[in-house]
């Protein structure tokens, strides 16, 4: 299971670092590959306008580089409610010093700005943990800035 924020443009970066490797990975494994878009709310809810265009946009791109959508479960992650439900669910018992404890929270707000520090940017690794395990995945192929998200999933 792996997914992209539809924020913008891909970059010969994701081909390399990414999409090459879920291309193959649909070869050989059962994957599911999500446009995150509630994800991307939480550093672009002021301009919603752009999650349909851009989602269109970047899934094209997934299957030009190979992404074969016969091999794999493409979906958009709003289109799933139970991904939604299970948040809200868990949203009322995790603690929200564990969330607060995740290192990328502060490194993000201090890059971002403020104004990015609410409940659903603070929520993103609660809403992660949501989209791997509503999936049952057992390989989650993240980036080393994405770990902590993972260690969280793990401890909740």
Do not use: N
Not at 4 to 31: I, K, S
Not at 37 to 66: C, Q, S
Not at 109 to 127: D, H, K, W
Request: charged share 20%; with cysteine.
């Amino acid at each position: 299971m792996s997914g992209m924020r539809p924020t913008g443009r891909l970059h010969l970066g994701h081909l390399v670092g990414t999409l090459g490797q879920w291309a193959e990975f649909c070869r050989t494994h059962e994957a599911f590959f999500e446009v995150a878009d509630l994800h991307a709310l939480t550093t672009a809810f002021e301009r919603t306008e752009t999650l349909a265009p851009a989602t269109i946009e970047m899934v094209r791109d997934w299957l030009a580089a190979g992404v074969d959508p016969a091999a794999a479960a493409i979906y958009v992650q709003s289109h799933v409610p139970e991904i939604s439900e299970l948040h809200v669910l868990l949203s009322m018992i995790v603690p929200v010093a564990w969330l607060q404890r995740v290192p990328t929270y502060k490194d993000q707000i201090v890059a971002l700005g403020a104004e990015i520090a609410t409940y659903g940017f603070l929520g993103y690794p609660l809403l992660q943990l949501c989209d791997v395990a509503i999936v049952r995945a057992d390989t989650v192929p993240v980036g080393k800035d994405q770990l902590s998200h993972l260690e969280f999933g793990r401890e909740v």
